[in-house]
C-alpha cells in the first residue's frame, strides 16, 4: 500500500532529520514529546469513550513530581517512572470515579475540580514539589541525543499500549461505552468500569509523560507547566490534531508546542510565535470542532486514499454488501463450534421452560409499559410476540436483558434474571438484538461480531493491553468464531467493511450474526425483518429455521410481518397496551378478532386491508 | 463562623448567577459550556478598559455602575455571536463536541484577555459603590450585597419566566424533546438564541460583582470562579435552576468555612474536589435533578 510506504518514509525522515539538530533544540524537542505523550494519552479518554479530562496538565504535574520525590530519594529510576505512572494513574480514577454512576459528561467537571485542587494545594506544597530536591538522570541519558531517543522510546511504548487497546476487549468496550452505553450492557460490558479503566489508562500515560519531564529537568520549581491553560492546550492539540489519529496529535503537538520555541517569528510573516500560536491554537480549537473534526488527522487520511488511489496497482474491488449464499456444511461445521461456550451457571433440570416471565411489570414513572405479562418459552421453539406500535414487545426484551425496571419474576434456565446485572446475562446464553440497530457503525463488521463476544474474553484487561499469551489466545479464538458466525449468515466477505457503509438490511443480518457469535442459547430478535424487501425477509425465515436447528437455539422474534411469523413461529403471543390479549398456534392467534382490531383498529373498520 | 456562612452566601450568590446560565444553556440546549466565566469576564475587561480610556468613537467615560450594564450588553452579545456561530453548527453532533467547543472558547477569550489586557491584575472599582453593610456580624461590601439581591431576583424571574410566560413554556418543551417542538412550532433556534443570550448576560453581570469583590480580574481568574459556579450546578443537578442556585450557595459556603477554618492554601478547593465527587457519587443527579443516573 502506497500510504503505509509513505508514512513510514515520513516517519523515518521526521525522526532522522530531527537527530541532527544541535542540542538545544533536541531538549526542546524532548519537551515537545512529553506534550505529545500527554495529549495522546488524554485522546484515549477522548477518541474511545467520549469523556473529556479538563486536568491532564495537573496530572502531568501529579507524575513529574512523583517521580522527583521517588528518584530523589535513591530509587532507580525504573522504580521512579512506575511510581510516577501509578500515581497519576490512581489521581485519574479518584476524578474518574462518578462515571460509575453517571453517564453525562459532568465528569468534566470533576476533573475541573482536581485541576484547581492541585494548583492550590498540592503544587504549593513543597513536600509535594520536592523543592529542595533533584532527581539525577541515570548515567545512560547524560547526553540530550540520548535523552531524546528515550523520550522518543516512551512514545513508541505509548503508540504500542494505544495499539493494543483498539485490539483487544479493553478498547472496544470503550468504544460501545461511547456510542451504544445502555446496549453495550447485553455484550457484557461494564460501562461505569470501562470508563473507569479509561481514565485509569489514560492517566497512566500521561504519568510516563511526567515522569520523562522529571528526568529531563531534574527539579521543577515553577508550576507554569502543570496549569489550567496547559489542560485545555491539551485538548486543543488532541482535536486540532484529530481525535484518535496519532499522527495527527503529535504533529499538533510539534506545531503547537515546538513552534514557539523554534523560531521567534511565524515563518514566511513578522508574526510573534510566542503570542500567536496560543491563540491561533485556541481559534483553531474551535474552527476544528466545528467544521473539521477529523483535524490533521483527517488530512493525512485524505492524502493516503489519494496516494492509495494514485499509485495503487489496483483498487480493491468493492464487495457485494450483501450476504452470500452459505456452504451448508461449512455452516453446520461453523455452527457446532459457536455452540461450545462455557456456561457460569449449571443448568437446573428439570425445567419446563427456557424462559418464564411470571406477572412482569415494567413501568417508567407513571407509565406503565408492561403490566402483569406472563409467558413461556420452551427450548428450541420459536415465539413469536406481535403487537401494534407501543404495545411493550421491546419493552419485554429489554425485561429479559436487564435494561428496565421490572417487578415481577423472569426466570431463564430457572434462574431468576430480576436483579442480576444485565452485563451477565449473556453469559447466562441469553441474547438480542435492537429495533433500531444496537451496533458500532463507525467500526467494521468484524470489530462489532467481537464486541458482541464481550462476555468470552474473560482475560484481565491488562493482560490483554501488555499482550499475555492467554489473552492472545483468547483474541484469536474469539476472532475465528467471529469468523464461522459471518460464514453463517454469508458475510464472511464483508468482515473488514465498516458497518455503516451497508445497506440497512445487511447492518440488520450482522447484528443477528453478531448475537449469535455470543454462543446464546435463547436469541431474541427485535423486527429482525424491519427495512428488508419481501425476498430478503422470507430468506431471513429460513435463516431464523436453519439457525434454529444447526445451533440448537431458541427464538423469540418480535415481528410486524405476520405471514412469517406465521411460517416459522412454533408459537405467539399477542400484546396490547402493555398486557397480553392472546395467545396460542400463529395461525389462530392472528385470525382472533380482538388481535386484529389491535393491528388495524376497528374490525369493521379495516374494510380493504388484511393482515400482512 | 455564622459571620463566614454569611460571606459565603454573598460568594455563592455571585456563582449562582453562572450558575444559572449554565444550566439555562444544559436545559435548552444539552450543552454543557464552560465558557460562562470567560465570558462575562470578557464584558467587564472591556467595561474596564471603556471606563479608564474611553469607548472607542464615543470618547465618553462611562461611569462605575454603567460597567455593570457595559459587562451585562458584551456578555449577551458575546452569548449570541457563540450560539449562531459556534454552537448552532454542532446541534446533533455528540455532546462531547459542544463541550469542547465552549472550552475552545474559553480558551480564546481568556487568551485575547491575556493579549489585549495583560496578564497584571487589572484593578476592578466597584461598580455598585463603595459601601460596606454588617450583617449578623460579617462584613458585606456593596458588590457582595448586590450579588445576593440578583441571586434572588434571578431566582424569582426563573420562576416566573418558566410558569407563567409562553416563551417559557416553550422552552421548557424544547428541554422534554426539541424534534417534537420544532414539530409542533415551537422556535427552537429562538429558544437556543435566547439561553445564550441569558446566560451571557449574567455572565456579565456575575463577573462585574466578582471581580472587585475578590480584588480585581486576571485572565483565566474566571474559569476558576466558573469552576465554583459549575461545580454548584453539577451539584444542585444541571437540570434545575433552583439546583444550580442552591449548589452555588453551597459551594460559596463550603469554601468560606473551610478556607477559614483551615489555614493551608488550597485547602477549600481540596473541599470543593471532595463534594463535587462525593455528590456524583451518591447522588448522581444532584441535589435537585430529574436525570443523569445510569
Request: with cysteine; hydrophobic share 55%; glycine share 12%.
Amino acid at each position: 500500500m502506497p500510504s503505509r510506504v509513505a508514512s513510514a518514509i515520513a516517519v523515518a525522515v521526521a525522526v532522522g532529520g530531527s537527530l541532527l539538530l544541535g542540542n538545544v533544540k533536541l531538549s526542546i524537542l524532548v519537551g515537545v514529546g512529553v506534550t505529545a505523550i500527554a495529549a495522546l494519552g488524554l485522546d484515549v479518554l477522548v477518541a474511545r469513550t467520549g469523556q473529556l479530562s479538563l486536568a491532564h496538565a495537573a496530572f502531568l504535574g501529579v507524575g513529574a513530581f512523583t517521580a522527583i520525590n521517588v528518584g530523589s530519594r535513591g530509587a532507580p529510576w525504573p522504580v521512579a517512572i512506575l511510581a510516577a505512572v501509578i500515581v497519576t494513574s490512581a489521581a485519574a480514577i479518584l476524578t474518574g470515579l462518578p462515571s460509575l454512576r453517571i453517564r453525562g459528561l459532568q465528569i468534566a467537571i470533576t476533573t475541573l475540580a482536581f485541576q484547581e485542587f492541585a494548583e492550590e494545594f498540592l503544587f504549593s506544597r513543597n513536600d509535594v514539589t520536592a523543592a529542595d530536591r533533584t532527581l539525577s538522570r541515570p548515567s545512560f541519558l547524560h547526553s540530550d541525543v540520548r535523552l531524546y531517543l528515550f523520550a522518543l522510546a516512551a512514545l513508541a511504548l505509548v503508540l504500542l499500549v494505544r495499539y493494543r487497546l483498539s485490539v483487544t476487549k479493553a478498547g472496544r468496550s470503550f468504544l460501545a461505552v461511547r456510542d451504544i452505553e445502555d446496549r453495550a450492557r447485553c455484550f457484557g460490558v461494564e460501562p461505569g468500569q470501562s470508563k473507569l479503566l479509561a481514565y485509569a489508562i489514560s492517566g497512566a500515560i500521561v504519568g510516563l509523560a511526567g515522569s520523562v519531564l522529571a528526568l529531563k529537568a531534574g527539579s521543577i520549581s515553577a508550576k507554569d507547566p502543570f496549569l489550567l491553560l496547559e489542560s485545555l492546550q491539551l485538548v486543543a492539540i488532541v482535536v486540532v490534531g484529530g481525535a484518535g489519529s496519532a499522527a495527527g496529535i503529535v504533529t499538533a503537538a510539534v506545531l503547537v508546542k515546538g513552534l514557539p520555541q523554534f523560531s521567534s517569528t511565524i515563518p514566511l510573516t513578522h508574526l510573534r510565535a510566542v503570542r500567536i500560536v496560543p491563540i491561533a491554537s485556541a481559534a483553531l480549537l474551535v474552527v476544528a470542532i466545528v467544521a473539521a473534526p477529523q483535524g490533521i488527522g483527517g488530512l493525512y487520511r485524505a492524502v493516503g486514499r489519494f496516494l492509495d488511489r494514485r499509485l495503487g496497482a489496483r483498487g480493491r474491488a468493492r464487495p457485494e454488501p450483501r450476504p452470500r449464499p452459505t456452504d451448508a456444511v461449512a455452516a453446520a461445521h461453523g455452527a457446532a463450534t459457536l455452540r461450545l461456550v462455557p456456561r457460569p451457571l449449571p443448568l437446573r433440570m428439570p425445567v419446563p421452560a427456557l424462559l418464564e416471565a411470571r406477572e412482569v411489570r415494567v413501568a417508567y414513572g407513571g407509565v406503565t409499559a408492561l403490566d402483569g405479562v406472563s409467558l413461556e418459552v420452551r427450548r428450541g421453539e420459536i415465539v413469536g410476540l406481535i403487537g401494534a406500535n407501543g404495545a411493550g414487545k421491546s419493552t419485554f426484551f429489554n425485561a429479559v436483558s436487564g435494561l428496565a425496571p421490572v417487578k415481577g419474576s423472569i426466570r431463564y434456565r430457572g434462574v431468576e434474571l430480576v436483579g442480576r446485572a444485565a452485563s451477565s446475562r449473556s453469559a447466562l446464553g441469553a441474547a438480542r438484538t435492537f429495533q433500531d440497530l444496537g451496533l458500532l457503525r463507525a467500526e467494521t463488521v468484524a470489530e462489532n461480531v467481537l464486541l458482541a463476544q464481550t462476555w468470552l474474553a474473560r482475560y484481565p484487561a491488562a493482560a490483554g493491553i501488555v499482550g499475555l499469551g492467554s489473552a492472545l489466545r483468547t483474541e484469536r479464538e474469539l476472532r475465528r468464531r467471529a469468523g464461522l458466525a459471518l460464514e453463517l449468515f454469508g458475510l464472511g466477505h464483508l468482515a473488514s467493511e465498516r458497518l455503516g457503509d451497508l445497506p440497512y438490511g445487511t447492518m440488520r443480518i450482522v447484528e443477528i450474526a453478531s448475537a449469535v457469535a455470543a454462543g446464546p442459547d435463547l436469541l431474541m430478535l427485535d423486527e429482525a425483518t424491519a427495512g428488508l424487501g419481501p425476498d430478503e425477509s422470507h430468506a431471513l425465515g429460513d435463516r431464523f429455521l436453519a439457525v434454529r436447528d444447526e445451533l440448537g437455539l431458541t427464538l423469540v422474534v418480535v415481528e410486524h410481518h405476520v405471514p412469517l411469523i406465521a411460517r416459522v413461529c412454533d408459537y405467539a403471543y399477542c400484546l396490547e397496551s402493555g398486557v397480553l390479549i392472546a395467545e396460542g398456534k400463529p395461525d389462530d392467534v392472528t385470525a382472533q378478532p380482538q388481535v386484529v382490531e389491535s393491528f388495524l383498529g376497528r374490525a369493521d373498520a379495516a374494510t380493504g386491508r388484511g393482515l400482512g | 463562623m455564622l459571620a463566614r456562612i454569611i460571606t459565603g452566601l454573598s460568594a455563592g450568590a455571585a456563582y449562582a448567577l453562572v450558575a444559572v446560565g449554565v444550566v439555562l444553556i444544559y436545559k435548552c440546549t444539552r450543552a454543557l459550556s464552560i465558557a460562562q466565566g470567560e465570558i462575562g469576564a470578557f464584558g467587564f475587561f472591556i467595561a474596564l478598559r471603556w471606563a479608564a480610556r474611553g469607548i472607542p468613537g464615543l470618547g465618553w467615560h462611562p461611569a462605575r455602575v454603567v460597567t455593570l450594564l457595559i459587562a451585562l450588553v458584551v456578555g449577551a452579545a458575546l452569548g449570541a455571536a457563540i450560539e449562531r456561530l459556534v454552537m448552532r453548527p454542532l446541534v446533533g453532533r455528540p455532546p462531547l463536541d459542544a463541550l469542547i467547543a465552549t472550552l475552545g472558547v474559553a480558551l480564546f477569550l481568556a487568551l485575547l484577555e491575556k493579549e489585549l489586557f495583560g496578564t497584571a491584575t487589572q484593578f476592578a472599582p466597584s461598580p455598585v459603590g463603595e459601601w460596606k453593610l454588617v450583617v449578623l456580624g460579617a462584613t458585606l461590601t456593596a458588590p457582595r450585597i448586590v450579588a445576593l439581591a440578583f441571586a434572588a431576583g434571578v431566582a424569582l424571574a426563573a420562576y416566573v419566566f418558566f410558569s407563567r410566560t409562553r416563551f417559557g413554556l416553550a422552552v421548557r418543551a424544547t428541554t422534554g424533546d426539541p424534534t417534537v417542538a420544532r414539530l409542533m412550532g415551537i422556535p427552537v433556534n429562538r429558544v437556543y438564541r435566547f439561553a445564550w443570550v441569558a446566560a451571557g448576560a449574567l455572565a456579565g453581570l456575575a463577573a462585574a460583582l466578582l471581580g472587585p469583590a475578590f480584588g480585581g480580574l486576571t485572565p483565566f481568574a474566571m474559569t476558576k470562579f466558573s469552576l465554583r459556579a459549575l461545580a454548584g450546578a453539577v451539584i444542585g443537578g444541571l437540570d434545575s435552576i433552583w439546583g444550580a442556585i442552591v449548589g452555588s450557595l453551597l459551594v460559596g459556603v463550603l469554601e468560606a468555612v473551610v478556607g477559614g477554618q483551615f489555614t493551608t492554601a488550597g485547602a477549600s478547593e481540596l473541599a470543593v474536589l471532595v463534594l463535587v465527587i462525593a455528590t456524583l457519587v451518591a447522588r448522581p443527579r444532584g441535589l435537585l435533578g430529574a436525570e443523569g443516573a445510569s
